[in-house]
């Protein structure tokens, strides 16, 4: 008898026990279910139209995990390595002969540039608010959420706001989230940061640590001398021309980029995908007497990328029309040496002479250089620039722009723009120009 209760004791203890957690499973249910039907994850916190700032960890189709955290002042980011510009601006090649504009503005400074110490000097009183640089230091915590169609998505650069994607969302990019209510993203802002360790990270500077160039309608690998050839492209992340690891001339060439879509700003302003013209990987290349026109954008002129690659350019015309398209672009180390060119952007963040992660040297002489778009300076420079001789304009934004620990020298040449601040010339004209240099 006492044996039968001990068992059906046991058997009330053993329900008891079940029955407990199984009370216990259909809570924990509830639980995730609850946080499965928001379209914030964050520790059960509410973040119903608030904003905050995170670190992206993960993107995984639409759905962005990304560390919590805050946006502090940087005083001093790093550029490029202070050092010598080593690269000499190009000669005039045998034969060829400046045209008249060029040949006038060199005789009437030549006195001036016996002074060439002090060309490019910041203006004194500048206008404006200096922008300075941020990093973001995660504080606690880690949120995940979708990004639902239709959002407004937008990037900051030093060159400009602009519209973005959900592309251009990558990881390492530092966001600005505002939530509508029920926790669901209502806009972002890609920030315009500088990564903790120094290096560029986020917004502007963000973008894929992988160099990606995307492919090319045409490419040349070998050792070659062309004239009176046309390239052509209308294909996504194409270029219409590369020159890659080879020693090339052209002359009187023709390239087009007509159409095809960037699947990345950021790639096409940092590696040359969806360029006109791409020099990469220690290559060598003279053009001459030629003309460039892209309407694509990332559609820059002719690109100059990484460490040993050197672009000679002669007498060209480059056109550009669409957003994030410069005239010409050195980025990675690369050099580009330019010579009585003339150039036109009309799209917004299209600098015509332009400049992005990883620098370079870039040397101009004469020519005209005129920018029509919004945050599209006629030079904008991460790199070490020097510009003699030639004709700057800058129709819708600062005429020149300066970012960091790099340089802009201005010898005898004439420079407007149409934000405040000034320049002062060779010949003591004053010009409306903004410098912004974070130091």
Known sequence: MK???????????????????????????????????????????????????????????????????????????????????????????EGESKDSQTSDSQASGSQASESGSEKGAPPEGNGGNMPSMKTFNATDGSVT???????????????????????????DSVIEVTFGSNNTPTAIVIKNVMSNNGGPGGGGFGGSSTVTNGTSANTISEDAEISG???????DDENALRIDNATVTLDNVTIEKTGGKTSNTENGDFYGQNAGLLVLNGAN???????????????????SYGEGTVVNIYDTKIRTTADNSGGIQTTGGGTTNAYNLDVETSGNSSAAIRSDRGGGTVNVDGGTYVSNG?????????????VSNATLNANNSEA??????????????????????????DSENIHNVMIYQSM
């Open 400 to 425: 020149v722009v300066v970012e960091g620990k790099n340089s802009v020298t201005l010898n005898n040449c004439n420079v407007t723009g149409n934000m405040t601040g000034t320049y002062k010339d």
């Open 145 to 171: 959420f979708e990004i639902p169609d239709g959002i407004t998505i937008t990037k900051e650069s030093m060159d400009g706001t602009q519209s973005a994607s959900l592309s251009d969302i990558t990881v």
């Open 285 to 303: 290349a003279t053009i001459k007497n030629s003309t460039v026109n892209t309407t694509a954008q990332n559609g820059n002129g002719i690109f």
């Open 3 to 93: 044996s039968i209760k001990n068992k059906i004791l046991a058997l009330f203890c053993l329900l008891a026990i079940v029955g407990s957690m199984m009370a216990g499973c259909g809570t924990n249910t509830s639980k995730d279910s609850s946080s499965a039907s928001n379209s914030v994850s964050v520790e059960n916190v509410s973040y119903s139209n608030t904003t905050i700032i995170a670190k992206v960890t993960a993107v995984n189709g639409n759905t962005i995990t990304a560390d919590i955290g805050e946006l502090a002042e940087m005083s001093k980011p790093d550029g490029n390595a202070d050092g010598e510009n080593n690269a000499s601006p190009p000669e005039k090649p």
């Open 374 to 386: 919004t945050g599209s300076p006629a030079i904008y420079s991460t790199a070490n620039i020097t």
């Open 229 to 235: 050839t046309t390239y052509t492209s209308t294909g």
